[in-house]
């Protein structure tokens, strides 16, 4: 079976008179290897491929850039966690690239995951509320009235401080998990 080329390679191959500098030669390597680690995170984010295949990818790379594959994943996983998903995934990743537990920045992701969405569960009642008044007041009632809070500018406002003041905690999480 032929073995697969890397696209520098191919490259090389098809302009063999024309002559690269070693930097720029190295600067395509770290172009290929950036493309490859950008790979591996979207795949392990979205679930594609699971964490022991992405440490298989790893281990199969040259060991002069696998702390510098490591970090850069570990930066991007760290910077993917948000207040709109899980992220139960991302921190068992970052654990695994960081070999270490995280027990106490895991539970304090959860409890402020909870917060927020209890919050912004209680900012959606409250808005809906007072939209359900505003439409009685107008005579519009009934089983079928949803009120839409998109269009709400108190909902819109709050929702958006909410945002802030947790986007603000989530980076102090970050930023814990950061730190070596």
Do not use: C
């Amino acid at each position: 079976m032929a073995e697969i080329k890397s696209t520098l390679e191919l490259a090389l191959e098809r302009t063999k008179k024309i002559a690269i500098s070693d930097e720029e030669r190295q600067e395509i390597k770290q172009k290929e290897v950036l493309e490859k680690v950008s790979v591996l995170s979207h795949r392990y984010r979205e679930g594609t491929s699971p964490l022991h295949e992405i440490l298989k990818e790893i281990e199969k790379m040259d060991e002069r850039i696998r702390p510098w594959v490591k970090e850069t994943l570990l930066h991007q996983w760290i910077e993917a966690l948000s207040l709109n998903d899980e992220g139960g995934r991302l921190i068992k990743g970052i654990e695994s690239l960081k070999q270490q537990t995280l027990d106490e920045l895991k539970q304090g992701f959860d409890a402020l995951l909870s917060l927020y969405r209890e919050e912004m569960e209680g900012i959606k009642t409250k808005g809906r509320i007072q939209l359900l008044e505003v439409l009685r007041k107008e005579h519009i009632s009934g089983s079928a009235v949803e009120p839409k809070l998109e269009g709400s500018e108190l909902y819109k406002k709050e929702s958006e401080r909410l945002d802030q003041t947790y986007r603000t905690k989530l980076e102090e999480l970050k930023e814990k998990l950061r730190t070596p």
